[in-house]
């Protein structure tokens, strides 16, 4: 086994490397002390490897490297755009890139919006104490160097603060156009005492892409937060969700994923005042070179609290899953109700599902579980639906989406939880 100290300086001679051939971008004072306080973590942990505790499942290798892996788009030109019944405020970026002209006003949204890239050249702007900020706190206690990457180098992205509650959703649309397209998008979001927003998000994205979205929800704040990643076969991705929860703040988010050849979603929550509700979730269904790791992490440091972690993966044709969930609730948490459940339905013995649940209780008062089980289809059940004429394909697509719907449940808009069924039956129907 190599020596840690080895494995260390390798790590960071490798970050040296990457970090040589990036000029940090121009900005403002905020925004060149963000950058630059990014790249001393960034310097000081080196970039992730296989060998590091949190990716001993998933390989970042691809995710890190210089050249990018060119990813074939899928055509869904025949297909209703996701969220096209609902009326929302559009906010588009073509390879990462924000594409104004084809974005709607975001004023209509009745909030305050101003992208990264512009934001930045600015000396003054109310981001200069939230950019980077989330992000460096959820370095500890595991790091997450391509989340620090991000906020050193991203130079597109929106800010947007809420100040009451939003008159629409704000739909972020993320569309690609070239092969090899490398995308890094870096978002802050506020919500005041008592704002509400819903965000939405779809799309591939680009070939590769980081992507960061820091959330500080005051007191009493709601958000409710769905993504729906690309149907890109061979795109592969890494996404970083960072929020703070004030006292009584809600938040729920959701997100769905197929296709892909390698998506790393990682989300870091901390409910620091009491009474906050954290729920995350996400359906995956995947087929052949498909890789999908979900890593969580969610600190109760406040009283009264509630969280749920809800994973469902579908896997066929050498499909892996990775799910790796942690509850930390501090002492002064008490009364404290943490819900974890990772489950995988594999429909092949070809496909893998690996786990890692943990539970970190220092409080005594607390009501917390946690699950992990993989499983193939019910044959009972199969028979049952069969024996009532119901055709096999049918049959096992239903109980697909019975497995599925436990994470759906999550969304609290239930027309969005139908719209997003829809789309998972008609992935089903293709891949038959």
């Known amino acids: 086994m190599m020596p840690r100290a080895k494995l260390m300086q390798q790590k960071r001679d490798a970050a040296a490397e990457l970090l040589s051939a990036r000029p940090l971008p121009e900005g403002g004072v905020w925004a060149r002390a963000a950058r630059k306080a990014a790249v001393e973590r960034l310097q000081a942990m080196g970039l992730p490897s296989k060998r590091d505790e949190y990716w001993r499942y998933t390989d970042p290798r691809r995710l890190t490297a210089a050249d990018v892996e060119n990813a074939d788009q899928v055509d869904t030109s025949d297909e209703v755009p996701i969220f096209e019944a609902f009326d929302r405020v559009k906010l588009v970026f073509v390879d990462g890139v924000f594409d104004a002209q084809a974005s709607d006003a975001p004023e209509l949204a009745g909030v305050e919006i101003c992208t990264l890239a512009e934001a930045a050249r600015a000396d003054l702007h109310w981001a200069r104490d939230a950019f980077g900020v989330l992000e460096a706190r959820g370095q500890d206690p595991v790091p997450r160097p391509l989340a620090s990457l991000n906020t050193a180098y991203a130079t597109e992205g929106l800010l947007i603060r809420v100040t009451g509650k939003a008159e629409k959703p704000i739909s972020l649309i993320y569309r690609r156009s070239a092969a ?33 979205t820091e959330i500080d929800l005051a007191e009493t704040a709601v958000l409710n937060h769905v993504r729906a990643q690309g149907r890109d076969h061979a795109r592969a991705g890494a996404t970083h969700l960072f929020a703070r929860l004030g006292a009584q703040a809600q938040f729920k988010s959701f997100t769905l994923s197929a296709n892909g050849a390698l998506t790393r979603n990682e989300g870091v929550i901390w409910l620091d005042g009491a009474e906050g509700s954290a729920h995350i979730a996400g359906a ?64 092949d013995e070809d496909a893998q599902f690996l786990a890692k649940p943990e539970l970190e209780i220092y409080a005594d008062d607390v009501k917390c579980s946690h699950g992990s089980t993989s499983g ?25 989406l019975a497995f599925l719907a436990e994470a759906l449940e999550e969304i609290a808009d239930p027309d969005l939880a139908e719209d997003l069924r829809s789309r998972l039956e008609a992935w089903l129907k293709r891949r038959a």
């Open 180 to 212: 090899n397209a490398d995308a890094m998008t870096h978002h802050v979001i506020r919500l005041e005492p008592g704002a509400e927003l819903t965000l939405l998000e779809d799309g591939p994205v680009a070939a590769r892409y980081n992507q960061v």
């Open 284 to 347: 995956t269904v995947g087929d052949g070179a498909f890789h999908h790791d979900d890593t969580v992490f969610i600190n109760h440091a406040a009283p009264r609290c509630e969280s749920r972690q809800v994973f469902k993966k579908v896997l066929r044709h050498g499909a892996v899953g990775v799910f790796q969930g942690k509850i930390l609730v501090d002492q002064v948490a008490q009364l404290t109700d943490g819900y974890q459940i990772s489950q995988s339905l594999l429909l």
């Open 376 to 400: 193939e289809i019910d044959q009972n059940q199969l028979f049952y639906l069969r024996a009532r004429g119901v055709s096999e394909s049918d049959a096992k697509m239903l109980l697909v």
